[in-house]
């Protein structure tokens, strides 16, 4: 076979586009789930206000609405890019998932994105122009546009994950996934699981977020009379939160095993046809030899997900060759990783629900240190959790039906993605080091002073007066 | 095939696409608008006012973009998919623009700074020039067709796309834009600033009506595909005598100062050029230039009747609520825009 330089090798692209789309997704993964988390918590804070009119909750709610404006703002940007690339570089799969992708995707815009975008600016800019309910109001539409946003993305990636109501039309290069029942393919049999755990995931990132920050000022004694009961909001999400993690975490595995046993066998690293399932809790897969070597609980695997020690499931090898994830080690070590940190943040959550009981929440530096740099850890779980979903998901771009090397746009050629990709490593790094910056200098402004607050509603009152 | 009030749902779905479209067009229009007019302001204060007179609602009108976008993957897959391929090099420009454009608006006043200031208001300027300038040459190019084989699948090279026809397209676009938000700043402001706008927003309209007679002018001479909806159905040559009025009756307004007139004239002749593209294509979407028979139109290129039902029942629902909800957020921010310590 002759190869001209516009007909590069598919490989390239495939590798290429992964490559771009993985990147673009988890670059822009970093800002979703804050705003989804923060979205809750700043009804919590402001609906605090509407209560008690206390002014430390209208200025926590003040200097969290700005940092939201700034995560949300970078969402926003690099979204539009995810919408975009399923076009760009995946013209096929567009073509084949249209008629059940797009109308997600659409619904997401529709439903969710102008909701959000929409009341932002009332949230922002609308302190003095409207009633402090409607702003109150405006808020909750905010939060909840925020998680309409993942009900519809989660929607559309679990009908990847596990397809139901549609039925193929053509074949080869003609064959289309068309809806056949709307309500089977929104509610897909991992649809809810994961949606559960993706929110989940989410409210936990907003509120280590916020729990680090306070966590911070209260070690360098800043803004305490607002940093504690801040604190003291955040943490109660967490507590609850990370334990109901657990339980979502247990039901989306037993939706795995139950319907893409492949990706189960991957993420424990099982190769044998049919065994009864260890769980490892720590390990390393050699994938030539096909063993595991690690720390591992007999049986419990097939406990956790068939209430029963012995029963035998099916392993990799169950599978045709071309069928199964090829990473499986990496798989492996990421679920594994996203778990032990599910574990470690139950933890955290417990050490300060703990300490909280005992009145000593605020008086261990060495806690708040613990506190402080916990934020790290939900963003990566977030991360790693989607990235062993999405390769042990492989070779498949939808479960069964279509692979990925076959999704790819004929036209693009791998110097165009190559470009792109650079383009986007360039922007991508400016813009990380940019919000990185600026959420700094916000956290080190932090909120504004009660003094201040006053102030501000000293003038209002009288632009009132002169007003009426 | 099913049909609704005696239209086809694939006819109903092209007008909620194109109406999507011609919502971002009109919306985010202005925005992009004062971003190309902002830099003829010196003063820290009025940059200050011409970004904080888009500041509460250009996210939301950004997001017609991304409706108009999932509405066109829902509802013609296909086109949605040989489109955005095809445009791979542009739309890749245009994302990052994008995202320039947003954090342009977000960053600039978060550090006093003079260099940071400008360096950001010029980010401004740069990225709204482009995606208005790239939003116009991709509709050039959808205009003339381009080489699309049987699979669907774009055959040709991207440079094919910087033509004449797509660049004066793009060029009218940015003078349209440049009306469109020299008009909507005008009314945002007030004393020295009103002044130099009414005579920013003279200039703008000049430039646009110009560069719309051109292209015009251009396209019936060279492009006659166009036009054969219209010699085909004689009744239609009302819209493009409407549009003509409406241009018309901007410069006038413009004149008279009666900014708010022109602005909402400027906005419906937008809505009418955008309806004359969809008359002049329909039922083609895109048209292959290697042969006609592999184009791609609202027919053979749509979704099953099925999605299509499921679509408009949810834009149904939708449209309304988010058109309440705009409504509300303009309201809220009606009047002249004040920079206070909430502002960017």
Same mark, same amino acid.
């Given at each position: ?198 929110? +989940? /995931?989410?409210? !936990?990132? $907003? @509120? #280590? *977020? ?135 943040? +139950? /933890?955290?959550? !417990?050490? $300060? @629900? #703990? *300490? ?113 | ?344």
């Amino acid at each position: 076979m002759i190869r001209n330089s516009t007909n590069a090798p598919t490989m390239d692209v495939e590798i290429l586009s992964r490559i771009q789309f993985a990147f673009t997704v988890a670059f822009h993964y970093i800002y979703p789930p804050l705003s989804i988390g923060l979205g809750l918590i700043l009804v919590i804070m402001e609906g605090m206000y509407l209560k008690t009119r206390n002014p430390i909750y209208e200025a926590m709610t003040r200097f969290w609405i700005k940092i939201f404006a700034l995560i949300f703002g970078i969402g926003v940007a690099t979204g539009i890019v995810m919408e975009f690339e399923f076009g760009t570089n995946w013209a096929t799969y567009s073509r084949y998932v249209g008629d059940i992708f797009g109308s997600a995707l659409a619904a997401e815009g529709l439903f969710a994105f102008a909701l959000e975008s929409g009341f932002l600016g009332v949230l922002l800019f609308g302190w003095r122009r409207v009633k402090p309910w409607v702003h109150f109001v405006s808020t909750i539409g905010v939060a909840l546009g925020s998680m309409f946003s993942a009900v519809w993305i989660v929607v559309a990636n679990s009908w990847q994950q596990t397809p139901a109501g549609y039925h193929i039309v053509g074949e080869g290069m003609d064959a289309r996934a068309e809806i056949t029942d709307f309500w089977a393919m929104v509610f897909n049999p991992s649809s809810v699981d994961r949606l559960t755990h993706v929110i +989940i /995931g989410a409210f !936990l990132a $907003g @509120a #280590f *977020l916020v729990i680090s920050v306070n966590a911070y000022y209260i070690l360098k004694k800043r803004h305490l009379e607002i940093a504690k009961p801040a604190f003291k909001i955040a943490l109660s999400v967490a507590i609850v939160t990370s334990l109901a993690q657990l339980m979502s975490g247990h039901s989306s595995a037993e939706g795995v095993a139950e319907n893409q046993p492949a990706k189960l066998a991957a993420f424990e690293g099982m190769y044998e046809e049919k065994a009864v399932g260890d769980l490892y809790l720590v390990g390393w897969v050699n994938e030539e030899t096909q063993e595991v070597t690690g720390i591992k609980i007999p049986g419990m695997l097939s406990f956790l997900t068939h209430g029963d020690w012995e029963t035998e499931m099916p392993g990799l090898n169950a599978f045709p060759r071309d069928e199964i994830p090829t990473q499986v080690n990496a798989v492996f070590q990421l679920y594994h990783l996203m778990v032990a940190i599910g574990m470690t943040l +139950i /933890g955290l959550g !417990l050490l $300060g @629900a #703990f *300490l909280w009981w005992r009145g000593k929440l605020f008086d261990y530096p060495l806690v708040l240190k613990l506190f402080m740099w916990a934020v790290l850890l939900p963003q990566i779980a977030n991360q790693i959790g989607w990235f062993s979903a999405e390769m042990g998901r492989q070779p498949w771009v939808v479960y069964g039906l279509l692979r990925t090397s076959d999704a790819l746009s004929a036209t693009v050629t791998a110097n165009q993605v190559l470009f792109s990709l650079i383009l986007f490593t360039a922007v991508y790094s400016l813009l990380f080091a940019l919000f990185v910056y600026l959420l700094n200098k916000k956290i080190q402004h932090g909120p504004e002073s009660l003094e201040e607050l006053d102030h501000g509603s000293r003038q209002r009152e009288i632009a009132q007066k002169i007003a009426s | 095939m099913e049909t609704f009030l005696g239209i086809e749902l694939a006819t109903w779905w092209y007008l909620v696409v194109g109406a999507a479209f011609t919502g971002y067009v009109i919306l985010d229009g202005f925005d992009l608008g004062v971003g190309l007019i902002h830099l003829f302001f010196k003063k820290e204060e009025s940059r200050r006012i011409s970004l904080n007179a888009i500041g509460p609602v250009w996210d939301g009108n950004e997001v017609w973009l991304v409706i108009g976008g999932g509405a066109l993957f829902a509802g013609f897959p296909e086109v949605y998919a040989t489109l955005f391929s095809a445009f791979y090099i542009p739309f890749m420009l245009f994302l990052v623009m994008i995202i320039f454009r947003a954090v342009s608006i977000e960053f600039r006043s978060k550090e006093p700074m003079l260099w940071w200031r400008k360096m950001w208001d010029t980010a401004f300027a740069i990225s709204s020039g482009l995606i208005a300038f790239l939003l116009g040459v991709v509709l050039g190019n959808v205009l003339l067709g381009f080489e699309i084989d049987a699979n669907g699948n774009f055959t040709g090279s991207w440079l094919d796309f910087l033509n004449p026809y797509a660049i004066l397209v793009g060029i009218t676009t940015v003078a349209m834009f440049m009306m469109h938000g020299s008009l909507y700043l005008v009314m945002k402001t007030r004393d020295r600033m009103y002044a130099k706008l009414s005579i920013i927003s003279k200039n703008t309209t000049i430039f646009f009506v110009i560069s719309y007679l051109i292209l015009t002018v251009y396209t019936l001479i060279y492009i006659p595909h166009l036009t054969d909806n219209f010699t085909n159905n004689p009744a239609l040559f009302v819209l493009p005598l409407l549009a003509i009025l409406l241009v018309a009756n901007i410069t006038r307004q413009v004149a008279k100062r009666k900014f708010m007139g022109a602005f909402i004239s400027s906005a419906l002749s937008m809505a009418i050029l955008l309806i004359l593209v969809a008359i002049e294509l329909f039922p083609v979407i895109l048209l292959s230039t290697t042969n006609p028979e592999y184009s791609l139109t609202a027919f053979n290129a749509s979704a099953s009747e099925k999605t299509l039902e499921i679509m408009l029942t949810i834009a149904a629902i939708a449209i309304p609520l988010v058109g309440f909800y705009t409504g509300f957020v303009f309201w809220t921010f009606r009047g002249k825009t004040v920079v206070d310590k909430d502002s960017y």
